[in-house]
């Protein structure tokens, strides 16, 4: 049995639970050990996981192989995770705020959750065709473009996502608004 000294020898656990265990479903393995690592985080110590960014990115790169493997439940976490992190950031933005400690991995992961939100969009996910307008509409890591809003925000509404049908209409009203 190998002894662990520290946290950081959580890196070597990972490893051995995954050539300890198999699974016949694409990606459940590295779902179950992110969720592992994530969740045991989150119920110890809380502040390990955002304290330390490489095994935080390194949980995220295990999401992410997950539903890059089509695992229907990482492809919810990391959106659910990632529409946070947009969702945080523009309230930065729009208070003023200074960011706390706590949150400075999120600011980080910002041009990950970015780049991942449109590779779903791209694929033709409808909520993160919304959320790439979003993205476009507020300037969340990339620069603020209404037109390009209107385009991700269109596609989603062409299949019936109804937060995209509603930004459109307050957009086309505004721009009734202006001179």
Same mark, same amino acid.
């Given at each position: 049995? *190998?002894?662990?000294?520290?946290?950081?020898?959580?890196?070597?656990?990972?490893? /051995? &639970?995954?050539?300890?265990?198999?699974?016949?479903?694409?990606?459940?393995?590295?779902?179950?050990? %992110?969720?592992?690592? @994530?969740?045991?985080?989150? #119920?110890? /110590?809380?502040?390990?996981?955002?304290?330390?960014?490489?095994? !935080?990115?390194?949980?995220? !790169?295990?999401?992410?192989?997950?539903?890059?493997?089509?695992?229907?439940?990482?492809?919810?976490? #990391?959106? *659910?995770?990632?529409? *946070?992190?947009?969702?945080?950031?523009?309230? =930065?933005?729009?208070?003023?705020?200074?960011?706390?400690? $706590?949150?400075?991995?999120?600011?980080?992961?910002?041009?990950? %959750?970015? /780049?991942?939100?449109?590779?779903?969009?791209?694929?033709?996910?409808? /909520?993160?065709?919304? &959320?790439?307008? @979003?993205?476009? !509409?507020?300037?969340?890591?990339?620069?603020?473009?209404?037109?390009? %809003?209107?385009?991700?925000?269109? =596609?989603? &509404? %062409? $299949?019936?996502?109804?937060? $995209?049908?509603? =930004?459109?209409?307050?957009?086309? $009203?505004?721009?009734?608004?202006?001179?």
């Amino acid at each position: 049995m *190998r002894s662990y000294d520290d946290r950081d020898d959580c890196y070597s656990r990972i490893l /051995d &639970a995954m050539s300890e265990s198999h699974s016949d479903v694409p990606g459940e393995q590295e779902y179950a050990i %992110a969720h592992l690592i @994530y969740f045991g985080a989150m #119920l110890g /110590d809380k502040t390990w996981l955002s304290d330390n960014l490489r095994f !935080e990115k390194y949980v995220y !790169e295990l999401y992410e192989r997950s539903a890059d493997q089509n695992y229907e439940p990482a492809r919810e976490f #990391l959106f *659910r995770s990632y529409t *946070r992190i947009l969702v945080d950031e523009w309230s =930065r933005q729009h208070s003023g705020m200074t960011l706390p400690t $706590a949150v400075l991995s999120d600011r980080e992961l910002l041009p990950v %959750a970015v /780049d991942w939100m449109f590779e779903q969009a791209e694929i033709g996910r409808a /909520d993160a065709q919304y &959320a790439a307008g @979003y993205i476009y !509409e507020y300037g969340l890591g990339r620069e603020s473009n209404l037109v390009l %809003a209107k385009i991700w925000y269109s =596609r989603a &509404a %062409a $299949a019936n996502h109804e937060s $995209a049908q509603e =930004r459109l209409s307050k957009l086309a $009203a505004n721009n009734a608004k202006s001179p």
